[in-house]
């Protein structure tokens, strides 16, 4: 080989013994972080591309190899924020729920999970009532996904699998909008004591909910020529 011969990529990877592709991830996990750290005192409407390269270490011209625009950065960052809730699910669906103890045990799994990842709650919950139109939409089809996966998971549940689809989907409703409240409280607590508060108040809230689980009596919805319909 010519000793003016540029180096290649695989020669350079072969010496700090990562690949092209490994580099490439690292790059486009130090741009999601470095909008996630600059997004914790402001909405993403008012985030610029450029103070997002500056903080991530990279020329802006860089930041188009990984993401197309600032809106595609803002769905990763909406996916990665609700794959928390997902996991969480997915925990219970598991078995990582006391059995003795469901309701407690969900607030700490949630509790645990919003501490781990309060950049993202904070982020999901600034945007899914303000900012870019994209986003919000992005948020709302989320939670409607998580619904409606928290609803097949509840129709298995004795008692609640001769509901209708319709009142599973609001049970699953409340059970949703409750988490994400409970979340953003919970990104607000500044020490031991608040969260412990936030914590005795959320166990109370899915408590009622149950409560009204008890005293429902579904129905299944009929259409006008007297069929019964899912």
Same mark, same amino acid.
């Given at each position: 080989?010519?000793?003016r011969?540029?180096?290649?990529?695989?020669?350079?990877?072969?010496r700090?013994?990562?690949?092209?592709e490994?580099?490439?991830?690292?790059?486009?996990?130090?741009?999601v972080a470095a909008?996630?750290r600059?997004?914790?005192?402001?909405?993403?409407?008012?985030?610029?591309l450029?103070?997002v390269?500056?903080?991530?270490?990279?020329?802006?011209a860089?930041?188009?190899?990984h993401?197309?625009?600032?809106?595609?950065?803002?769905?990763v960052?909406i996916?990665?924020?609700?794959?928390?809730?997902?996991?969480?699910l997915?925990?219970?669906?598991?078995?990582?729920l006391?059995?003795?103890?469901?309701?407690?045990?969900?607030?700490?799994?949630?509790?645990?999970?919003?501490n781990?990842r309060?950049e993202?709650?904070?982020?999901?919950? #600034?945007?899914?009532?303000? !900012?870019? %139109?994209v986003? +919000?939409?992005? /948020?709302?089809?989320?939670?409607r996904?998580? *619904?409606?996966e928290?609803?097949?998971?509840?129709?298995?549940?004795p008692?609640?699998?001769?509901?209708s689809?319709e009142?599973?989907?609001?049970l699953?409703?409340?059970?949703?909008?409750?988490?994400?409240?409970?979340?953003?409280?919970?990104?607000?607590a500044?020490?031991?004591?608040?969260?412990?508060e936030v914590r005795?108040?959320a166990?109370?809230?899915? #408590?009622?909910?149950?409560? !009204?689980? %008890?005293?429902? +009596?579904?129905? /299944?919805p009929?259409?006008?020529?007297?069929? *019964?319909?899912e």
């Amino acid at each position: 080989m010519n000793s003016r011969t540029p180096k290649s990529h695989s020669s350079r990877s072969a010496r700090d013994g990562t690949s092209r592709e490994e580099r490439k991830e690292a790059t486009r996990r130090a741009i999601v972080a470095a909008a996630l750290r600059l997004l914790e005192s402001r909405s993403f409407s008012g985030l610029s591309l450029r103070e997002v390269t500056r903080e991530a270490g990279i020329v802006p011209a860089a930041f188009y190899r990984h993401f197309e625009s600032m809106e595609a950065l803002g769905l990763v960052l909406i996916d990665e924020s609700f794959r928390a809730l997902r996991d969480m699910l997915r925990g219970a669906r598991a078995g990582k729920l006391d059995p003795n103890r469901v309701i407690e045990s969900s607030v700490d799994i949630l509790i645990a999970g919003v501490n781990e990842r309060r950049e993202h709650w904070r982020f999901i919950g #600034r945007e899914r009532n303000s !900012g870019v %139109t994209v986003l +919000r939409y992005a /948020i709302r089809t989320e939670i409607r996904l998580i *619904t409606s996966e928290l609803a097949i998971d509840l129709a298995r549940f004795p008692g609640l699998n001769t509901w209708s689809s319709e009142d599973l989907n609001i049970l699953a409703t409340l059970f949703v909008n409750a988490m994400i409240s409970i979340a953003e409280i919970i990104d607000d607590a500044n020490d031991s004591a608040a969260l412990e508060e936030v914590r005795r108040t959320a166990v109370k809230q899915l #408590r009622l909910i149950v409560v !009204g689980i %008890t005293g429902w +009596r579904s129905t /299944i919805p009929h259409n006008s020529d007297g069929l *019964t319909r899912e």
